[in-house]
């Protein structure tokens, strides 16, 4: 069957031939974006290169220009009715891939061909508006050498050149482009927004949310993407020390964690008042795009991260957040301290809000709460006393820590400590300071994530969406907040070591993997990750910054972006007078027409024709005639060419004959005969 198809394909005309891959290379182009344009637009891009591909193997007429401008209002409108307006990064993509989609409806001629070259181009850039990923990078890469070689194709002459030929081409183009490409991409100045597009803030998907209802952390077991990675300066801390602090929810509506109700007043929020003691560790966080204006770090930073372009703050939470959401690939330096007391060494009236409980929800915890305070082993227990009674409850009592707990009703810490008794972390944290606050403890829940692994390949720490974590912080008088997790007394391999609860494999995904040996797939995805890391440190984050420490390094003393620019001129005036000079040595060195001369005779011997040593061009194209047939079209075309070559340089005077620099360009468009 596939013999069939490619002789079906040879027999086609040069036209539909060339066609049919153009639309192969559009739809590459165009299949990336499917998960960011409209369920519209994609089908009606899937469909219309389909239609074009029909037409172009049955050889049908296109439609009538009637149908193109009713096709256009139509997508016009839907783009309208999707996005609300035609401008911005959405409304425009979808523009533009229905444009080019429709296009080729038009291919007739050559100039239409351009135009869909260059709009192919164009579009093939606004997958970097949705993602700059290495994998994005390595499949826009094989759609730039398809459209070079669909490029390169629609310039040869008439024929069937074979596409291996223009792909070729296409690719020592892309070769010899490629220094120029690194030089810009070294030494042109980042400056905003010209080198940059904005990130979408409402596209975005953060792991962590502003809120928590009691399940929601759990679905994040299922996500194994990265949040973040982590160069610790020397060693790491413990893995039970990795608690990189998120947001701090402390009003409850009976099913919602939020953080404090708004207007809350700022003179009764309680005091950071962080007090830290030790060594530091100093880390750098790459963190990925989340659209939250959280900068996530280690408990506790007393100063802010080190991060260009943003100005951090610290909440009397000891969050860290910045001034506006984080859309695109971030990286900072920080130093915290494992060893802190933060909060009011004594009870103050803010911490009344720490306490309270909505009625109605909860009723058998509250009762347990009154139990506990009535039991006699308990009376006059401070704090301390009632948070270590209640993690020996969740240690003895037969509680379980589950990725799938079932899906909690409405008095979910109930369900917890008497029915279901399992529970993901939230439900383990949320029930925890429920008790807490019926027992007047005042309690708080903090989200984050706790733990990571080191990746043997690079030695960054990896801390992934999976990583998710919730846990507690009590009040202590003298002590102020102090973190318990209360996960650790059910599950303490879930904090002390890497033991992480795993969704199970679906079918497919168990029938691919199903025997891969663990350890390979461990070292493969280590492998992966550095390399994708490699790529975020090296290429994503190259910054205006590491441009002017370059510019420092070969000797600039105070070097800025008019420095760069400078710099780039330099480079490209020392180019050009470097080939410039190339060009003349090599012409003084040989007679052009002797070049133009052995360069068709090499040509002729690698397509399998016996060229004589010193052969002048008619003898060349008489023995091609002899070799290839005198009806072959190819060869027809390169004997002419030889003809006139021969008549460039013996014409009797007076007589006109083809410029040498016409036959130069001409050999490079000739389809030689295979």
Known sequence: MFNQLRNHLARLPRDSRDTLFLLVVIAWVVLPQVGNLPLWCSG????????????????????????????????????????KTLLGRDAGVTLVVVLLALKTLELRARRDAFVVFFLSFFTMLTNFFFSQSLLTAAAMLVALLGLLTALVNAHMPVGKPPLLQAAKTAGWMALLGAPIMAVLFVLFPRMAPLWGVPGDAMSGRSGLSASMQVGNIASLALDDSIAMRVRFEGAAPRQSDLYFRGPVLSTFDGRDWRPLRSGFPARMQPPANLQVQGPPVKYQVTLEPNNRPWLLVLDATPTP???????????????????????????????????????PPRQMAGLQDYVELPAGFNPRTLQLAADLRRDPRYTGANNAQL??????????????????????????????????????????????????????????????????EQNAVDGFHVVRQSDAHAWAEVWLASRGWVRVDPTSAVAPGRIGALQRLQAPRGVIAEALLGNVNPALALNLRALWDAVNNSWNQRILNYTQGKQLNLLKNIGFESPSWEDLIYLLIGIVVLASLSGAAWTLWERSRKDPWLRLLEAAARRLQKAGINIPPNSPPRAMAEQLARQAGPQDPSALAVRDWLLRLEAQRYAPPGTTSTRLATLKRELNQLVWPT
Request: aromatic share 14%.
């Open 305 to 343: 991260p080190a991060l260009s372009g943003f100005a951090a703050t610290m909440t009397p939470e000891l969050q860290w957040l910045v001034e506006r959401p984080i859309a695109d690939l971030v990286r900072y330096s920080a130093q915290s301290y494992p060893d802190f007391r933060h909060g």
């Open 387 to 452: 948070v270590a009674a209640v993690l020996e409850r969740l240690r003895t009592g037969g509680y379980t820590y589950t990725l799938d707990p079932g899906v909690y009703g409405q008095h979910t810490a109930d369900e917890f400590w008497f029915d279901r008794k399992e529970g993901f972390c939230e439900h383990i944290a949320s029930s925890f300071v429920i008790l807490m606050r019926a027992l007047d403890v005042p309690a708080r829940i903090v989200t984050g994530y706790q733990g990571g």
């Open 44 to 83: 009606l891009a899937a469909g219309v290169l389909l239609w074009r591909g029909w037409l172009a193997v049955t050889v049908q007429p296109l439609p009538s220009r009637w149908w193109l401008l009713a096709l256009l209002v139509l997508t016009v409108a839907a783009t309208l009715f999707t996005h």
